[in-house]
């Protein structure tokens, strides 16, 4: 996946809510909650990068969901959004049971009509 630089957005104003595309918010408004439901925001042949690893296909971004729900106890609060050349870039605020909480991370995603083809979650 390409490495962005923030600074090649244009930065969503934070004092208004997120208009995120509808698969992201879904992304987010299941997160914690529903592996499956999450899972069913991605592509079939999807795509996520998180902590070095790579996970493809639906089963395997289920399995990253269900084994970072047991590893860890965390909220995901996006705070801003910036899109450029078919990306959006969503930095939210992670705050839970690990080292360095609470974490703005980016999750760079691309969307493809209904459905996240890509995901990279980057500090």
Not at 90 to 112: A, C, H, K, M, W
Request: glycine share 6%; charged share 25%.
């Amino acid at each position: 996946m390409s490495k962005l630089q923030p600074s090649t957005f244009s930065a969503h104003d934070t004092s208004r809510p997120l208009d995120l595309p509808a698969p992201i918010a879904a992304y987010f408004n299941t997160d914690m909650r529903d592996s499956a439901a999450a899972a069913g925001c991605f592509a079939p042949d999807a795509v996520v990068e998180d902590e070095g690893h790579t996970y493809a296909g639906i089963a395997e971004i289920r399995r990253w969901k269900d084994e970072s729900s047991a590893k860890y106890d965390y909220t995901s609060e996006p705070i801003r959004s910036e899109s450029k050349d078919g990306l959006t870039v969503v930095t939210s605020r992670v705050t839970g049971n690990f080292p360095g909480s609470p974490i703005d991370l980016r999750y760079v995603f691309r969307v493809e009509g209904d459905r996240i083809t890509s995901l990279e979650i980057v500090p």
